[in-house]
Antibody, heavy 125, light 106 residues
Framework: EVQLLESGGGLESPGGSLRLSCAAARFTLSSYSMSWVRQAPGKGLEWVSGISDGGSTAYYADSVKGRFTISRDSSKNTVYLQMNSLRAEDTAVYYC??????????????????WGKGTTVTVSS | SYELTQPPSVSVSPGQTASITCSGDRLGDKYVYWYQQRPGQSPALVICQDNRRPSGIPERFSGSNSGNTATLTISGTQDMDEADYYCQAWDSNTVVFGGGTKLTVL
């Protein structure tokens, strides 16, 4: 069974930084686009960022643009989320997800077929 | 930015049919995906490309998408289907989620 395992969460002060990692098991992460999705306590899902399989293209939600950076290391089968200038509203469980994307009947598709268990980020003084 | 709207809650009796809607401008022109999130668990994909069930998803889950509305239908709802359900679409290089619907089986 393919798996994703997130790590790197914790308690950080406002304005601080954290780097989340997502390691893949039983599949080659470099063959897929990957995303980060977060869920604030008691709230719904919010997409944060995505990166193409080759790493050349990255997408970000407006709420994190300029503060967060997604990257990947194929040699370690791992994708990262560098989070800077953290705010209280960044407090959430952060999920890593594998992306399936492309075109079907000339219509683009982009969705998450495998999810990790998540890592918790708390931003508080 | 593109928005998807879901009802906050839906209730259904065991064995009956539950329908959860997801609305967005010309949503029928996009593919819609549905995720189930049971309490304390990660989301899981239950419908892709409007109406396709991934491997392992029971046949009682189905989907449709036309006009401005997509619908997730659960036939013969079971207690284990009680969960939060989220619709998702892809627009302008952005993943968009609906606000989520809490399905209560009572």
């Amino acid at each position: 069974e393919v798996q994703l395992l997130e790590s790197g969460g914790g308690l950080e002060s406002p304005g601080g930084s954290l780097r989340l990692s997502c390691a893949a098991a039983r599949f080659t992460l470099s063959s897929y686009s990957m995303s980060w999705v977060r869920q604030a306590p008691g709230k719904g899902l919010e997409w944060v960022s995505g990166i193409s399989d080759g790493g050349s293209t990255a997408y970000y939600a407006d709420s994190v643009k300029g503060r967060f950076t997604i990257s990947r290391d194929s040699s370690k089968n791992t994708v990262y989320l560098q989070m800077n200038s953290l705010r209280a509203e960044d407090t959430a469980v952060y999920y890593c997800a594998r992306i399936l994307s492309g075109y079907l009947d000339k219509t683009p598709f982009y969705y998450m077929d495998v999810w990790g268990k998540g890592t918790t980020v708390t931003v508080s003084s | 930015s593109y928005e998807l709207t879901q009802p906050p809650s839906v209730s259904v009796s065991p064995g009956q049919t539950a329908s959860i809607t997801c609305s967005g401008d010309r949503l029928g022109d996009k593919y819609v995906y549905w995720y189930q999130q049971r309490p304390g668990q990660s989301p899981a994909l239950v419908i892709c490309q409007d109406n396709r069930r991934p491997s392992g998803i029971p046949e009682r889950f189905s989907g449709s998408n036309s006009g401005n509305t997509a619908t997730l239908t659960i036939s013969g709802t079971q207690d284990m289907d009680e969960a939060d359900y989220y619709c998702q679409a892809w627009d302008s290089n952005t993943v968009v989620f609906g606000g989520g619907t809490k399905l209560t089986v009572l």
